[in-house]
């Protein structure tokens, strides 16, 4: 997608003609910026808001500035906005500290990994620096609040794709709905083209339309390994239009795990003809590529009884779901190490380093964010930052390198600095962060090993880059292997605790996507790679609960739900992980009930 900057001058010409006079320095005009992507305009003023290009109140803009173009999926971009809802707050906005141009600049980074133009960013602390700019700011601020933060109009929010929209940006849990919708709509038709021009493409969790045997041949091919349901009906069946919603809802509600059909005979002769149709509603099921089921009427309680009970049989609930566990059975939030060094130190043990420019906006950046929060913290140059660690990794002596790393992972707790991690083309800076101590292996200092460590694990405080963690191969072999290696180095215990920790975060990540039964997301090579290394280590961790715990729960997670004939349950089998789980509860009375529910999963 193309990706605009609008740009609007807030003082409509007069900050051009006077800000000579009044500030003794000149200024152009006072700047507000949008992004402008996908027939949407993205900007920051009552909450983050959206609305047609061009069309807020603060008319047509001075100048527009192509930034470039953004390969991102609409749904990534918009779980980054979400993750920004709790920083970019009406209550939030500062004209001179955190404004319309800061958001834009964050979303941009994000976006194309470049910024906007410095002279836009720059403005406020152009004006501070004068006296009476210094002087005025807070009456400047009240000033313009009643023009920065302005409702938008509802007639300018694009509500063609979704009702939801927030109409003046104070409801950030709803900001992105309207922009959600629109990316529904361009899948979909996407997968309708496909569908109609025959390729593999299948809309979800919606009702299927076929007017041709050709058609509903394909529709019934894309079930072979599921389920199907044709819905029989016509123009002129009134009891038929009784189960329509009924029938939409259970498309909705079927998701991937069944296709339903719907055909209407007065269309379709050749179908109603081919499949011996003699009245309608008429509905018939189809199991594995075979039919399954036929009844007629329109009897609401029947059509959904039948269709969930087909959807049972093609998609039987795995065994685990029918054991009672506290720990596995419910969702885990990440480990993470948000702990904040003494920063003056930490930049000192970097040398010459410590002066560079990356290293010093880093470090204020996250003294600000400490200090009074992530509003209050503009975001540094990102690219400078990530090029900085890059080549510090391939250049900078061990001793010296493990504060670069440390200094990074104290800034991944902002969603900011995750997400455009997330969105960096080819994750070139994780990669090498995540393959330095593997590469050293027993040369690898212990404080560059436990710094790596904590950082992957705050890795996975945005779930944008999590997923990506567990489902790009090139990110998730660093991060099986750093375990591995992190393991065969193990004499110090809060390396083990830093392991576990890792290992729990990738089996919880996998776990969720497990519960919402949307399939995992690591690669089943890598689960077994991963569940050997971490038999091996309990086998022999004897000393450290956390440790004990962290892996239990780890194998717990790995385990459940895992397909009953897959190569990761044969793998515990042939390893005797159950004896090796049941040996831990002796360890603490403490950990009894997770060993049984491991075990439980084991058996």
Avoid at 182 to 191: E, I
Avoid at 425 to 434: D, P
Avoid at 439 to 446: F, I, S, T
Wanted: include cysteine.
């Amino acid at each position: 997608m193309d990706v605009e900057l609008y740009v609007y001058d807030l003082s409509q010409g007069l900050a051009r003609q006077m800000s000579q006079s009044f500030l003794g320095v000149q200024i152009d005009a006072v700047y507000h910026t949008a992004l402008v992507f996908g027939g949407i305009e993205y900007f920051f003023g009552a909450g983050i808001q959206q609305t047609y290009p061009g069309a807020t109140h603060h008319g047509r803009p001075m100048s527009v500035i192509q930034m470039g173009k953004t390969d991102l999926p609409m749904e990534i971009i918009l779980e980054y906005l979400d993750s920004l809802r709790h920083i970019y707050t009406p209550e939030s906005y500062d004209l001179f500290v955190h404004n319309c141009n800061n958001f834009t600049n964050d979303f941009a980074m994000f976006l194309l990994g470049r910024g906007i133009p410095d002279h836009i960013t720059s403005l406020p602390q152009t004006v501070l620096n004068t006296p009476f700019g210094q002087m005025l700011k807070p009456q400047l601020d009240n000033a313009m609040r009643g023009i920065t933060q302005a409702p938008v109009a509802p007639a300018a929010i694009p509500q063609q794709y979704g009702t939801n929209a927030t109409l003046n940006g104070t409801s950030s849990s709803n900001l992105t709905q309207t922009a959600r919708s629109l990316a529904a709509t361009v899948n979909d038709s996407n997968r309708s083209i496909e569908i109609n021009g025959g390729g593999n493409g299948l809309t979800t969790g919606q009702v299927h339309y076929a007017t041709t045997l050709k058609k509903l041949d394909m529709l019934l091919e894309s079930a072979k390994n599921s389920c199907a349901v044709i819905f029989f009906t016509s123009a002129t069946c009134p009891p038929c239009k009784l189960v329509y919603p009924a029938y939409d809802e259970l498309a909705a509600e079927a998701g991937d795990k069944a296709v339903l059909i719907k055909v209407d005979l007065s269309e379709a002769y050749e179908v109603g003809s081919k499949y011996r149709v003699r009245a309608t509603p008429t509905f018939m099921s189809f199991l594995k590529g075979e039919k399954e089921n036929e009844w007629v009427g329109a009897s609401e309680g029947q059509l959904r009884g039948n269709v969930r009970m087909l959807i049972q049989m093609a998609h039987p609930p795995h065994p685990h779901t029918n054991l009672r566990l506290r720990t596995l059975q419910r969702r885990h939030r990440s480990v993470t190490y948000a702990k904040i060094p003494p920063l003056d130190k930490l930049v000192a043990k970097m040398g010459s380093q410590g002066s560079n420019s990356a290293v010093t906006s880093l470090k204020d950046f996250i003294c600000a964010r400490e200090a009074s929060g992530a509003s209050d913290a503009p975001l540094p140059s990102l690219p400078v930052v990530t090029s900085f660690v890059v080549q510090s990794i391939e250049s900078t002596p061990l001793d010296s390198l493990f504060p670069v790393i440390d200094l990074l992972r104290c800034a991944l707790v902002d969603p900011r600095v995750s997400g455009f991690l997330a969105a960096e083309h080819s994750h070139s800076t994780v990669i090498k962060i995540l393959s330095k101590p593997t590469a050293l292996g027993e040369q690898c200092p212990y404080s560059l090993r436990i710094v790596t460590l904590q950082l992957a694990c705050n890795l996975f405080s945005s779930s944008i880059l999590a997923t990506q963690l567990l489902q790009d191969p090139n990110l998730c072999n660093p991060l099986v292997q750093l375990i591995i290696s992190s393991l065969h180095n193990n004499d110090h215990p809060p390396v083990r605790v830093a392991v576990a920790s890792l290992a729990f975060n990738m089996a919880a990540c996998n776990h969720v996507r497990r519960l919402d039964e949307r399939g995992d997301l690591m690669l089943e090579s890598f689960q077994v790679e991963l569940m050997a290394s971490l038999l091996e280590f309990i086998s022999l961790e004897t000393e450290n609960k956390d440790s004990i715990r962290g892996l239990l729960t780890a194998i717990g997670l790995l385990a459940y739900g895992a397909p009953i004939q897959g190569e990761l349950l044969e793998l515990c089998k042939a390893l005797g992980a159950k004896e090796t789980v049941h040996a831990k509860r002796a360890f603490s009375d403490d950990l009894k009930d997770l060993v049984s529910e491991v075990e439980q999963v084991l058996a």
